[in-house]
Structure formats: C-alpha cells, structure tokens
C-alpha cells in the first residue's frame, strides 16, 4: 500500500508545478502599466517576452537532464528559489533595465523546475490512479496560466500595490511550496554523467524518437496558439473593442487556457490518438473563427473563437504529452520532458517576438491574421500526417495501450533512494 508521505508528496510536487507556471503568466497583465510609467513601446516590451523564452531555452537545454543524474529534489530547490527571487525583483522593478533582468532569472528557474516537476510526478504517481501523473503534466501547465492571468489581472485592476502585491502573494506561495519538498520521497539514485548532462542538448531517448516525428506538429500548433493569445490577442481588446480593463485581458487568456484544462481532464479516457486528432481539427478551426470575428469586431464571436482554440491547445498537447510519457524509461523522462517543453516553447517565443516586431510597421490585426495563419497551417500539415501515416498510427496505438494499462507506473516506481 502506498504510503501517506508518497501521497501527499504528489500533490505538493502538482502544486509546485501550478504555481510556478502561474508564476510566468503573472507579469503578462501588469505590462501596460510598466509602459505606461517607463514610458515602454511594444518593440520593448516583446524584447522582454523574448528575454524569458531565451532564459527558460537555455536552461531546458543545459540543465533539462541534470534531476535524471543528481536526483529531483536539489534541482527543484534551487529553481524553485530562483523563481521567488525573481518575483522578488520584480515586486522592486523599477525600469526596463530591471524587468530584462527579473525575467531572465525567472525563465532560467522555470526552465530548471518544468522538466524535474513533471518528471518527479511521474515518479511518485499514485498506485490508485496511475494514470493521473500523465493527465496532470498536460494539464496544470494551462491551469496555470489561468490562474496567473486571472489573479494578476484582478490585483492589477482592483487590488492595493499593482507592482507589487501579485509577486509577493506567489513568490511566499513558492516558498512554501520549496520548504514542503522535505515530506517528498526522493525516488532519483544519484548517479555519474551529471556534468557531461550540463552539455546543452535535445534528448528524446530511442523508444520515444518515433512517436515524437509524429506528433511534434500538434505540439508546436498548440503551444504557437497559446504564444499568440498570451502576447497578441488581449492587445485587440483596448485596439480593436476599446477594452482596457487589465481583469478583461486575464480572463480572455483564462478562457483559451482554462478551456484547455477542462479538454485535457475530458480527454483522459479517450484513446489518446483520438485526442490528437481532436485538438489538431480544434487548433485549425480556433484562429479562424477567432480572426474572423477580430476583423467583425465582434467581442462574443471573440470568445466563441478562444473556446475553440482552448480545445486545441488541451488536447493538441495533452494527448502527445500522455503518448510520450508512456515510452519513457524511469531515467529519461526529465530529459525527454525538457525536450518537449523546448519544442513547446520555441512554437510559443520565437512567432510571439516576430509578431511584436512587425505589429509597429504592419499594424495589430494583420499581424494577429498572419500568426493565426501560421497555426493553421502547422496543424493541418501535422492533421494530414496523422491521417496518412501508418507509422503513427503504429506507434501511437502502443503508446495508447500502454497508458490504457498503466505501463508507465511500473516504470515510475524504481526502488525509493535515500533523502
């Protein structure tokens, strides 16, 4: 039977990943009012977003195998303390020159803690529910970011200390959450190769390298519609409806991400091949109902537009993510973790910084129609792939069989190593 302090190591370590991917959608809300007081352009502020993808690269790359060698728990500590010192500093900004400092300390600990988090999941997943390690790594990054965007956004709008407040509440939560770490089992045997690891490099281990040809598509579709409505959409709410409530952006991007969540629970007891093929369609029909109804000006097609897209980006994640988790040996799935979310992140930086910078010249709702084609595009190509690869078919019926049969949890449980 599993033990009481296995369990409740599970959910800190669920509740760690919550919060400190909240912690990265926390400055999104508060960016008009640093433009309004350091009098800020768009070029500036889409060099901050670009600063905190590059961080979290860099740090996914170098760093996203070191938990497999060293264990899970001193890699979570020392990200997640790098994370509350850079809501720390932000809690003290005082310019541009400080927030591109604040967000590269931050991208870089995020990028440390995203693979060890899902990884240390899997690792203590619950003999109850074995599946659930799997769901939950697909589905609280989105929760997360609803409830960074909603809660900085209602602080912003309507509580004391806008600069201030959100940082402090999230950056003590995170606090807590490294000091709770001591009641989770370390379940990593320290093992050699921890500096060659620091190599930077892309690391799909061989059981997986199939099943990720085919499925990359969906993960780069859904994570470039999640960087669109993070850094272009809520723009249109104050350029194209005369918007400018900072809770209206928050809950825009709530939609798109909480609407994900709920896909993803959806999802859990379909055939994860199905999932794929749902939220590819979801992702190719979101940005045109959404960019159709930006050049309507229609604020409620709008939303009808970013439900849709949420389906596609819950499921056009979360299916794959259930899929390659399932192939991963015990001792390859913080580097292949940290390899997905490099995947995932470069889809969601590098069209969001290219967006920023033509929106000056070009102008917001080109930009938004030509980003929203982009999408479309990958998953179409990614749609017929699936459709007419028998290889993926393959690969992705024994990868859904496996999670069907709760494989992945005798590969999770290696023989708990010493604190």
Known sequence: MQSARSVAGFWILAAMLLVSVASSAVPSPIYPVYAAEWHLTPLMLTGVFAIYVAGLLTSLLVAGRLSDHVGRKPVLVVGGLG??????????????????????????????????LGAALIDNSLEAHPSLAGVLNGVIPPIALATGALSSGALVEWGPAPEQLVYVLFGVLLVLMVIALVV??????????????????????????????????SLIASWALGGMFL????????????????????????????????????????????????????????????????????????????AIAGVGFGAGFQAPLRMLLATAAPTHRAGLLSTIYVVSYLAFGVPAVIGGLLEPTVGLVPVIAGYGAFIVLAAAIALVLQLVSRDAVEVEEQASERIATGSVRVQACPAPAAD
């Open 231 to 306: 850094s272009l959409v809520p723009s249109a709410l104050g350029a194209v409806f005369g918007i400018t409530n900072h809770f209206a952006a928050g809950a825009l991007i709530a939609v798109v991400t909480g609407v994900g969540a709920l896909t993803g629970l959806a999802i859990q007891r379909l055939d994860a091949r199905i999932g794929v093929l749902i939220g590819l369609v979801a992702l190719i029909l979101g940005p045109v109902v959404t960019v159709a109804f930006v050049f309507a000006h229609s604020l409620p097609g709008l939303v009808v537009g970013s």
């Open 83 to 116: 994370v509350a010192l850079s809501l720390g500093l932000f809690s003290v900004a005082d310019g541009l020159g400080a927030l591109i400092v604040d967000r590269i300390v931050q991208g870089v600990s995020v990028g440390l803690l995203i693979g060890a």
């Open 184 to 217: 989770v089992p370390e379940r990593v045997t320290r093992r050699p190769g921890a500096l060659r690891s620091l190599r930077p490099t892309i690391s799909v281990p061989r059981s997986s390298r199939r099943l990720f040809r085919g499925v990359a598509g």
